[in-house]
Each structure stands twice: as structure tokens, then as C-alpha cells.
């Protein structure tokens, strides 16, 4: 029985070191894919020799041949507390802790482990008194324990202890969705220096070392994480590289419309998106903000706007959606997409205005003006109701700027522009139709209203007085009116011109005069 465990034992040994070659040609052919492969190829590597080399030590029957297979076991042993750093470091993206200074502690101090192991018998700073000892089926190397052993010793536990931090460290930053794989690597990070520790204290079964056996099952672990589910790409470090650097706000959604990760700018976008939010569905989470739950149940491909109140006062975003899927094309989640459009918007508005509103009149443009009222006109004649179109030609305006130059003519046409505001309604249009012409929409007003209107106009031009300098400006009026018809379908060029036709005539007859022209084409004078 006890040869059996003895076969048993070496196969199993065996079977490791095989088990790690393979694994070792695995991820060094996929070292241009994963970031992680060289260092975890090395680490294989050296775990494969370690398996090897104390198969080799326990079959070896005599004192010089065991320690010439320890030799073998330790160009695996002597880097793994380099190699087991260096892969928890890279795999975390905790670049910034390889100093200069650590990475030459990583290259000599293995190169100083494996030359005092291998001249231990000139020294004893490693080994002293070695001998041969039974325990159970196995025939073991016994030794007695030298300075450097136990710093070798330390530093093996120090990398365990580290990695364990790092992946504990990566495994509470972890999106919700990566938890559950983040929590394996963990684990079976945790497995090492658990098992170094009982074959330290003399837990282990008939003196066997089952580091090398516990070390394999942790690197198969790791590589089914690195290369089969790419678990560390989907991690937290490259969380950071991605969508923390991205000045959109993002918000991951699963299939079950759960949050399940975002980052810092959607967060200061989003009031209620707060940490606490991961696990939550949408519909609880964005309650508050229909617009956002709508885009994303829409999921508009040119995005949706909708607006937040915000300490400035409001603040725009535009929300657009992105399909996560696998290979098959089955859906894996939605990226929302989270953009600040506040300055796009207030920067359009502006334009808008600069292209809507007459500069020094305050009054629309031309061309403003054409556009409202046609859209209103066309309100007008859907209901019904009737509506007159007014022109406004200031009398004598150019001997005003010729006689007292260009900024009198400025201030006249500002203070009568304030004062034709202050007369219409809230509701009609008012534009600056040329030079010294104004143009006036009244929806919903028929001839006798729209001269009621007209005179209050006329009286009140009349009747202001223009501080300028030492003396005061005044100013006249003549007006053109188009009532509409019924009966007609005349477009807005047609019923303009006719307002046109309507002040010439008023200023040709007497300046002051207001004519209205009637839908039959004759001018009846008014005032």
C-alpha cells in the first residue's frame, strides 16, 4: 500500500508539471492579446519546474540525488515570490508600485535565493546538516534551516499576503457584474499562502510538500479567468483606464434593466445615481426623471434630450443608448450614454437670438418675422378666426439722420420700437421690417379692432417727445393695414405687398395717413 501512495503521489506530481506546460504554451501564444501573459507564462514555467523537481526529489533514493532535484525545484521556488508580486500587480493595473527600486529587489533577490540554495553545502547559509529521513511511504531530504531560508521564507509570505491585498482591493472596486468572478480570483489567490503556512507548521500529510500541487490548481483558476473569460478586462482597473477618463457619463444596464456600473461624470450629471444605486433597477432609481426612463426605453439612435435643474440654473443632456453583446449577438447589457449639451444649447440659443432678434430695436428680424407669422397665419386660418397685418413707416426719417445724424436716427427708432411693445399685446407680432418700417401681426383681430390699434399707434408716436442733446425729437407716422378675407387664401408675400401698397399711398396722400387696403384691392382711407 505504501508503494502505491508513493506511484500515486509522483503521478499526481507528474500530472501537474504536465498540467502547467500546457498551461504555460497557452498564454504564451496569447502574449500579444493579454497584458498579463508573459508574467503568468513565467509563473507557470516556474511552477512546472517546482512539480518536477520535487517529483524528482521524492524518487531519488540517495542523499546526493535529492539535492541535486532541489536544485531542479528551485529555479521554480526561488522567483515565485517575484513572479506571484508581479502578477498581482500587473493583473490589478497597480503599475505605480513597481518603483525602480522594487524592480531590482525582483530580479537580484531570486538570482541570490537560487545561488545560496545551490552552494548551501560550502556555506550553510541556506541548508546545513542535510540527512535522510522516512515518513510514511516517503523518503524525505531533511535539513536544518539556514538565515537566507527564512528570508526566502518571508519574502514567498509577503507576495502572497500582497497578491491576497491587491485582489481583495480589485474585488471591492468590481462593478456589480464582475463581483461573482472577481471573488473566485480571490480566492483562489487566498489557497497558496494558506497551504505554505500548514506545510511550515508540519500540516501536511507524511512531510509532503503540497505547495506544488495547490499552486497548479491556483494557476489553472487564474488562467480560466485571464483567457478564457477575460475576467480582469472587465475588472475595475480597466473600468478606470475607460470610463473614468471618458467625459461622457455612462451607466451600464443589464438585460433585467439593473444598474450595473457607472462613473464618476454620471454620477455628478445624475443627482440620484449614487453607489448604492448598483443592484437597483431604472424605473426605481430614475423615478424623478421620466424624460431619462423614456430615452431609455426608446432607445433613440440619434439620442434624447431632456433637462435637470442644476445650481446655475438648468442643465441640458442628451442620452443615447448602445447594445452590449456577446459573440452570438445575444444582448449582454446597454451602455447609456450621458452627454452635457448646456453649452451646445445656450451657444445655439444665442445664435438663435442673433438671427431672431433685431439688434438695436430689440424687435424680431425680417426674416423671423416672415417665418412667425406665417406659422401663425396658418393657425389663424385653421380655426377661423381673423387676423390683419399693419405696416409702420416712420415719417421723415431720413432728413431726422441727416440732420442730426446716424444716432439720432438710432435712438428714434429704439424709442419707438419700446413704445409700439408697450401699446400691442403680449401675443401679437412685432418685427423691424426695413429701415423705418415696422410690421405688426395681430391674430384673432378684425378691421375695426386692428384700427383701434392703429390709432392708439398713431396717437402715441405722435405724442412722444425724444430727449437728444439739448432739444427734444419728433416723429410721425404713416400706416398700411391688410384686414384678411374670409374668403381668400392669399399667402403672407401676397398680403405684405399689399400692406406695402397701403402705407405708399398713405405717405403719398398725407404724411400721418393711415389707409387700409380692403381684400378687394381698393385702398379706403382711414385717418
Known amino acids: 500500500?505504501?508503494?502505491?501512495?508513493?506511484l500515486f503521489s509522483l503521478l499526481v506530481l507528474f500530472l501537474t508539471g504536465m498540467a502547467t506546460t500546457f498551461l504555460a504554451l497557452f498564454a504564451w501564444e496569447r502574449?500579444?492579446?493579454t497584458p498579463e501573459a508573459l508574467v503568468f507564462t513565467a509563473l507557470l514555467a516556474a511552477c512546472t519546474l517546482y512539480s518536477f523537481g520535487y517529483a524528482g526529489e521524492l524518487s531519488a533514493l540517495t542523499l546526493e540525488g535529492k539535492f541535486l532535484w532541489s536544485r531542479v525545484q528551485y529555479l521554480g521556488i526561488a522567483p515565485l515570490p517575484a513572479l506571484w508580486l508581479l502578477l498581482s500587480i500587473r493583473a490589478t493595473d497597480r503599475a505605480q508600485l513597481l518603483t525602480p527600486l522594487l524592480r531590482k529587489a525582483l530580479v537580484l533577490l531570486p538570482l541570490i535565493t537560487l545561488a545560496l540554495h545551490a552552494t548551501s553545502p560550502w556555506h550553510s547559509l541556506y541548508y546545513r546538516n542535510l540527512s535522510l529521513v522516512h515518513s510514511g511511504p516517503f523518503l524525505h531530504l531533511h535539513f536544518q534551516r539556514g538565515?537566507?531560508?527564512?528570508?526566502?521564507?518571508?519574502?514567498?509570505?509577503l507576495s502572497f499576503l500582497a497578491g491576497n491585498i491587491l485582489f481583495s482591493l480589485s474585488w471591492k472596486n468590481s462593478p456589480l457584474s464582475g463581483r461573482r468572478e472577481s471573488a473566485i480570483l480571490l480566492t483562489a489567490s487566498l489557497f497558496p499562502w494558506i497551504t505554505h503556512i500548514l506545510y511550515i507548521i508540519g500540516m501536511n500529510p507524511w512531510g509532503v510538500d503540497t505547495n506544488p500541487f495547490v499552486l497548479?490548481?491556483?494557476?489553472?483558476?487564474?488562467?480560466?479567468?485571464?483567457?478564457?473569460?477575460k475576467l480582469l478586462n472587465l475588472m475595475p482597473f480597466a473600468r478606470e483606464r475607460i470610463l473614468e477618463v471618458m467625459s461622457e457619463g455612462v451607466i451600464v444596464v443589464d438585460k433585467k434593466n439593473r444598474i450595473i456600473d457607472f462613473n464618476s461624470p454620471a454620477g455628478s450629471m445624475i443627482p440620484p445615481l449614487v453607489p448604492r444605486s448598483l443592484g437597483m433597477k431604472v424605473?426605481?432609481?430614475f423615478a424623478s426623471i421620466p424624460e431619462l426612463l423614456e430615452a431609455i426605453r426608446l432607445e433613440e439612435p440619434l439620442g434624447h434630450e431632456f433637462s435637470l435643474p442644476d445650481q446655475r440654473g438648468e442643465r441640458s443632456l442628451r442620452c443615447r443608448i448602445s447594445h452590449i453583446r456577446d459573440r452570438g449577438e445575444s444582448l449582454l447589457a446597454k451602455a447609456v450614454f450621458i452627454a452635457d449639451v448646456s453649452e451646445q444649447n445656450n451657444l445655439r440659443k444665442s445664435l438663435e437670438k442673433v438671427i431672431a432678434i433685431?439688434?438695436?430695436?430689440?424687435?424680431?428680424?425680417?426674416?423671423?418675422?416672415?417665418?412667425?407669422?406665417?406659422?401663425?397665419l396658418l393657425r389663424c386660418r385653421r380655426r377661423g378666426t381673423p387676423f390683419a397685418i399693419l405696416l409702420i413707416d416712420l415719417n421723415l426719417?431720413?432728413?431726422i439722420k441727416l440732420r442730426y445724424g446716424h444716432g439720432a436716427g438710432d435712438l428714434v427708432l429704439k424709442e419707438i420700437a419700446a413704445l409700439c411693445t408697450k401699446t400691442v399685446r403680449a401675443y401679437d407680432i412685432l418685427g423691424?421690417?426695413?429701415d423705418e418700417e415696422f410690421a405688426l401681426l395681430l391674430p384673432e383681430t378684425d378691421l375695426p379692432g386692428a384700427l383701434s390699434v392703429v390709432e392708439r399707434l398713431r396717437r402715441n408716436i405722435s405724442q412722444t417727445k425724444i430727449p437728444f442733446r439739448s432739444s427734444h425729437l419728433k416723429v410721425t407716422a404713416s400706416f398700411g393695414i391688410v384686414p384678411s378675407n374670409p374668403g381668400a387664401d392669399e399667402d403672407l408675400e401676397s398680403l405684405l405687398l399689399r400692406a406695402e401698397r397701403a402705407v405708399l399711398q398713405a405717405k403719398e396722400e398725407d404724411l400721418g395717413k393711415v389707409v387700409s387696403l380692403l381684400p378687394t384691392g381698393t385702398a379706403e382711407p382711414v385717418v
Open 216 to 229: 497548479t490548481v491556483t494557476t489553472i483558476v487564474c488562467g480560466w479567468g485571464f483567457f478564457r473569460h
Open 147 to 157: 538565515l537566507w531560508y527564512y528570508v526566502h521564507l518571508g519574502m514567498l509570505q
Open 1 to 6: 500500500p505504501r508503494r502505491l501512495e508513493r
Open 283 to 285: 424605473e426605481e432609481v
Open 358 to 376: 433685431d439688434e438695436l430695436t430689440g424687435l424680431y428680424t425680417h426674416r423671423h418675422f416672415w417665418e412667425t407669422c406665417r406659422r401663425e
Open 397 to 399: 426719417f431720413q432728413e
Open 31 to 33: 502574449r500579444n492579446k
Open 432 to 434: 423691424r421690417y426695413r
